[in-house]
């Protein structure tokens, strides 16, 4: 408005700058509040006024139609500043509920669970989002360290709700059940009644002990990365390959409970197909397998976060899938004795 001021005083009242006055009501009515707005236009209509006055527009129509310009653009701007504020009020309501039902769904998981040492990453390929299709838990229950990672095909509040439902029956079942078959079989009977249409769930389910190592049970999903104290690394394959949850047709697409040995200085990472499908420009995939070494660091959390920002700068842009990874360490790995690990922020 003092732009519009000035150039109207240089140029002269042939020039018929005074409507432009009100691009002050209008800009404040995108960027501040009603009373913003409204105090604006007050001032405009005064600047409108008194350039009018100088200009001697008020002898004729054109100045009494400029003021009316102002004044209407001043009460448009303040009822657009009352509608966005209403929008961004709920807007901060429905981001406030949202949060609540991310921490529901992906709760933090404890740093230790009986004899392990536990490391979490998740980085949602949705903006502003922490959750998606990708599900983890890490349960100490009376039969050992039972933990899930999955993830459900598709996107959008369906993925949510149906990883909810298996999250929910596992968090059940990883206490009541004496086995990890028991547990695999109440999955199953969810994802029958929870995973409709063409949806399914890769899933996959471990038993954690200190004495016996770990049993695990594979629905479909990446085979789990173990990287001994030596620095070897394997990938567990089963025995025998079952359909995701959600596509069997019945207990007899259990798959088969299998052995990994996982010794004291071991560790095991489980993770989504969106860690080894990320590409890079090149389109080569991520290499899990060589990048191994970034685990080396004695601290879990900065070890599982110095690997995600690996895969991001793999990626080189924002990660198309959603990528979730944990990281199963035993407490009593050598070396690290008596350290303490620092956790960093969750729900990246």
């Not at 009100?22 to 001032?43: K, Q, S």
């Not at 129509?61 to 102002?70: E, H, I, P, Y």
């Not at 992906?106 to 536990?118: F, I, Y």
């Not at 620095?231 to 390959?241: A, Q, T």
């Amino acid at each position: 408005m003092g732009v519009v001021v000035v150039a109207d005083i240089a140029a002269g009242s042939s020039v018929g700058l005074l409507p432009m006055t009100a691009l002050g009501p209008a800009f404040a009515g995108l960027t501040g509040g009603w009373r913003r707005a409204a105090l604006v236009g007050l001032v405009a209509v005064a600047v409108c006024c008194g350039l009018g006055i100088y200009d001697g527009l008020f002898e004729e129509r054109r100045g009494f139609t400029a003021l009316a310009s102002v004044v209407g653009v001043t009460v448009a701007a303040v009822i657009a500043a009352v509608a966005r504020q209403r929008r961004e009020a709920e807007l901060a309501s429905v981001r406030s509920i949202a949060e609540v039902a991310q921490r529901v769904l992906l709760r933090p998981v404890p740093r230790s669970a009986g004899h392990l040492r536990v490391a979490v990453s998740y980085t949602s390929a949705v903006a502003e989002a922490r959750i998606g299709g990708d599900l983890y838990e890490v349960v100490a229950s009376p039969a050992g360290v039972r933990v899930i990672i999955g993830d459900v095909q598709g996107k959008g509040l369906a993925a949510v709700e149906i990883a909810a439902a298996i999250l929910g029956a596992f968090r059940e079942a990883a206490y009541d059940e004496p086995d990890l078959r028991g547990v695999g079989e109440r999955l199953q009977r969810t994802a029958e009644r929870s995973v409709g249409g063409e949806k399914f769930v890769t899933a996959l389910i471990a038993e954690i002990r200190p004495d016996t190592g770990a049993t695990v049970m594979n629905y479909g999903h990446p085979a789990p990365m173990l990287v001994t104290a030596d620095g070897d690394v394997s990938f567990p394959e089963p025995p025998e390959y079952s359909v995701p949850l959600g596509l069997g047709t019945g207990p007899t697409d259990t798959p088969v409970a299998f052995p990994v040995r996982m010794e004291p200085g071991d560790q095991m990472l489980l993770y989504t197909d969106g860690v080894t499908e990320t590409r890079n420009t090149a389109g080569e995939f991520y290499p899990l397998e060589k990048n191994a070494h970034l685990l080396r660091t004695p601290d879990p959390d900065l070890a599982l976060e110095a690997l995600r920002v690996d895969l991001v700068q793999h990626s080189g842009e924002p990660l198309h899938d959603d990528a979730a990874m944990l990281l199963l360490r035993h407490r009593n790995r050598p070396g690290l004795i008596g350290q303490q690990a620092v956790r960093p922020e969750q729900g990246r």
